[in-house]
Nanobody, 129 residues
Framework: QVQLVESGGGLVQAGGSLRLSCAAS????????MGWFRQAPGKEREFVAA????????YYADSVKGRFTISRDNAKNTVYLQMNSLKPDDTAVYYC??????????????????????WGQGTQVTVSS
């Protein structure tokens, strides 16, 4: 069974940067896609970024486009989220997710949390003003 472990969260000042990592362990890892979602206190979980594993095509929420970059290292079974120009509104628990069973989907598919079947435990990101 695949397990996802996030790391890299922490406290940073507005304008700063963080890089989140999500390492997959378990059986042979070949997801259809990987995504990052976040949930702030009192709010619903929202899409942040996703990557189609085979083609490296990426998708972003409008709120992070131009500031965040998702990438993956196939050899390490790891997906990253580089977050630059952080804002207090970016404060949330960040979750990575894997779609291990999908085989077809476009932009909207990758932005839906229900497209993903495996989730990490989350890592806290706090941006101070």
């Amino acid at each position: 069974q695949v397990q996802l472990v996030e790391s890299g969260g922490g406290l940073v000042q507005a304008g700063g940067s963080l890089r989140l990592s999500c390492a997959a362990s378990g059986r042979t890892f070949n997801p259809y896609g990987m995504g990052w979602f976040r949930q702030a206190p009192g709010k619903e979980r929202e899409f942040v970024a996703a990557i189609r594993w085979s083609t490296r095509v990426t998708y972003y929420a409008d709120s992070v486009k131009g500031r965040f970059t998702i990438s993956r290292d196939n050899a390490k079974n790891t997906v990253y989220l580089q977050m630059n120009s952080l804002k207090p509104d970016d404060t949330a628990v960040y979750y990575c997710a894997a779609d291990l069973q999908g085989y077809y989907g476009g932009t909207s598919y990758f932005k839906m949390s229900r497209s993903y079947d495996t989730w990490g435990q989350g890592t806290q990101v706090t941006v101070s003003s």
